[in-house]
């Protein structure tokens, strides 16, 4: 089965930059759409962003187009999220996720990382 296992979280100040990293245990990556979801304290978790299998296809949160990116490296069986222009409303434990479908309800997906924290000073 595919294990995730994120990196790059920490703490930021607001205006400046983080990159998330998402490795895949198996070559199997390379046919599963990658997300991230992000939960902060007291809410649900929430879609940010997602890539298909050839990386042509993205989808992102409006709250979050134009400032992260998401991308992958299918030889290295891992996924990445800059986030940029941080805001303080960014803060919350990102999640990396995996499932067969492009989609942003996270019900669909099969497969999750630990999480990691991100936090944003303002």
């Known amino acids: 089965q595919v294990q995730l296992v994120e990196s790059g979280g920490g703490l930021v100040q607001a205006g400046g930059s983080l990159r998330l990293s998402c490795a895949a245990s198996t070559r199997i990556f390379s046919m599963y759409t990658m997300a991230w979801f992000r939960q902060a304290p007291g809410k649900e978790r929430e879609f940010v962003a997602a890539i298909n299998w050839s990386g042509g296809g993205t989808l992102y949160a409006d709250s979050v187009k134009g400032r992260f990116g998401i991308s992958r490296d299918n030889a290295k069986n891992t996924a990445y999220l800059e986030m940029n222009s941080l805001k303080p409303e960014d803060t919350a434990v990102y999640y990396c996720?995996?499932?067969?479908?492009?989609?942003?309800?996270?019900?669909?997906?099969?497969?999750w990382g630990q999480g990691t924290q991100v936090t944003v000073s303002s």
């Open positions: 996720a995996a499932d067969r479908t492009f989609t942003t309800w996270s019900r669909e997906y099969d497969y």
